[in-house]
């Protein structure tokens, strides 16, 4: 079964600050994988989606990459700020016709 | 910009009793999702539906929970005898099928007392 881990569970940094979060997945045979943004109590906010045969995908200040093969992805943020701040989300799509989930990165940006 | 929409954001309901979910997807989309989060855990799969069928679902989506599409606009969710550990927010998803993209909702959070 598919199992999907965010490092760190949380984050703080200040403000302008570049930032790495990172989802990493058993199971390599993904079709892809996409990065959501939570808000507390809220929806998921679709961010990136990267296609298994893709390697990074950008918008804005946002870059994700994917290396199936090791079975990581990385959300780099730039210069981040305070409205960033949120859980992001990364799940991965199998065979199976569904979403895996990880268990999220809580981020908080200090002014 | 076209949203998934779900009715309604916030329902309390008393164990035992049923509860109907409901959603409506992008309209051009032909894929539908139930997924549910409890309080501090990760968001898990229910049920996936296309064609007007069940393609997938979960072990978490027993003989208590039934979806449905009664038109050409609404996806429903009924967890016909409400447990306790049935409070959770709920989350519907839609996909278009030529993009992969899944688009969530604002979920509905129930609270069964």
């Known amino acids: 079964k598919q199992e999907v881990t965010q490092i760190p569970a949380a984050l703080s940094v200040p403000e302008g600050e570049n930032l790495v979060l990172n989802c990493s997945f058993t199971?390599?045979?993904?079709?892809?994988l996409q990065w959501f943004r939570q808000d507390p109590g809220k929806g998921l906010t679709s961010l990136l989606l990267?296609?298994?045969?893709?390697r990074e995908q950008t918008s804005g200040r946002l870059n994700a990459s994917l290396d199936k093969s090791s079975g990581r992805s990385t959300l780099y943020i730039a210069a981040s700020q305070p409205g960033d701040s949120a859980t992001y989300l990364c799940?991965?799509?199998?065979?199976?016709?569904?979403?895996?989930f990880g268990t999220g990165t809580r981020l908080t940006v200090i002014p | 910009e076209p949203e998934v929409t779900q009715t309604p954001s916030h329902q309390v309901t008393q164990m035992g009793q049923e509860v109907i979910l409901r959603c409506v997807p992008i309209?051009?989309?032909?894929?539908f999702y139930w997924y549910r989060q409890i309080l501090g855990q990760k968001v898990e799969f229910l049920v996936s539906f296309y064609n007007n069928e069940i393609s997938e679902k979960s072990e978490i989506f027993d003989d208590q929970f039934s979806v449905e599409r009664p038109d050409g606009s609404n996806f429903t969710l009924k967890i016909r005898s409400t447990k306790l550990e049935d409070s959770a927010m709920y989350f519907c998803a839609s996909i278009r099928g030529a993009r992969p993209e899944a688009f969530f909702g604002q979920g509905t959070r129930l609270t069964v007392v």
């Open positions: 799940a991965v799509k199998t065979g199976a016709n569904n979403l895996f």
């Open positions: 990267i296609q298994s045969s893709q």
């Open positions: 199971d390599s045979a993904i079709y892809n």
């Open positions: 309209s051009n989309h032909l894929y």
